[in-house]
């Protein structure tokens, strides 16, 4: 990465080498900004996707955990 900069002499290097960095860090942002969302959507998918389904199971779990009496 920084082999053509060290190639090139004082402020020529040392202004290439900065541009490289200044590359990098630039594409991370991008890249961030790109996935943070794609990352973050099923997320909150599943979050809403299980809050739908919550109230209907608590229903089934409450109808299997109530005791039944028993008859002779």
């Known amino acids: 990465m920084f082999e053509a900069a060290?190639?090139?002499p004082g402020a020529?290097?040392?202004s290439l080498?900065?541009?490289e960095r200044d590359?990098?860090?630039h594409s991370v942002h991008v890249?961030?900004?790109i996935l943070i969302p794609?990352?973050?959507?099923?997320?909150?998918?599943?979050l809403t996707l299980?809050?739908?389904d919550r109230p209907e199971e608590t229903a089934r779990n409450d109808r299997a955990?109530?005791?039944t009496p028993v008859t002779d």
């Open 6 to 8: 060290r190639r090139l």
């Open 12 to 14: 020529q290097g040392a």
């Open 17 to 19: 080498a900065e541009s």
């Open 23 to 25: 590359a990098f860090t």
């Open 31 to 33: 890249h961030a900004l």
């Open 38 to 46: 794609l990352l973050v959507a099923p997320a909150l998918l599943t």
């Open 50 to 52: 299980r809050r739908r």
């Open 65 to 67: 955990a109530t005791p």
